[in-house]
């Protein structure tokens, strides 16, 4: 929700405020939302933990992969709506924001470690340490939410922009609606 409000903010204070503003906030509400919706499903299926701490070179290889797939379903949402709109381009708009919003995940990924020791082990501020397991949701859907998200996203970038550019906004759109429901049955 943070990187969604100060996208807005960023809008509103830049002078960029706009329908692409609706748009952007949606993506980047979903570059938030998407690393810890499948980090929490797909983590425990690999190895039973919850565990944030990229402690082995398997949670380093799937945080990476979730840092690119919810960056490349961000930027796929953003790009279709505007290109719909006609301000960008979806090929060019969908690879910047996929690059660019990786490299900002992986650097996360390096203050994560900075800090999370001191915030579990001392300050014991991690969620599902506080709530009773029962209170802690765990939706039937969300292995099948995690897969139409990882083929939204991949195939949204990669098809759309490099593959079958000239059918660039039809893909945007499909990709968005697998992108969408996926992120709602997590």
């Known amino acids: 929700m943070g990187s969604a409000i100060g996208n807005l903010i960023g809008d509103i204070f830049g002078g960029t405020l706009g329908l692409g503003s609706i748009f952007g906030f949606v993506g980047n509400f979903l570059l938030g939302y998407l690393p810890y919706a ?30 690119l797939i919810s960056s490349a379903a961000c930027g796929v949402v953003i790009a279709m709506w505007l290109e719909v709109l006609g301000l960008v381009p979806y090929p060019v708009l969908v690879t910047i924001i996929t690059v660019n919003d990786t490299f900002g995940s992986l650097i996360g990924g390096l203050l994560l ?40 996203a991949l195939a949204g970038w990669i098809l759309g ?26």
Do not use: H
Not at 46 to 66: H, I, M, T
Not at 119 to 141: S, Y
């Open 113 to 152: 470690l900075a800090v999370y020791g001191v915030v579990r082990r001392q300050l014991r501020l991690i969620w599902w340490d506080v709530m009773e397991p029962e209170d802690i949701g765990k939706p039937k859907t969300g292995v099948l939410g995690a897969w139409l998200v990882v083929i939204g």
């Open 38 to 67: 499948m980090w929490t499903t797909l983590k425990p299926i690999a190895d039973g933990k919850r565990e944030l701490a990229l402690q082995n070179w398997r949670s380093w290889v799937l945080y990476v992969l979730l840092a």
């Open 161 to 186: 922009a490099y593959i079958l550019s000239g059918q660039a906004l039809v893909i945007g759109i499909i990709c968005t609606i697998l992108i969408l429901v996926g992120a709602f049955l997590m």
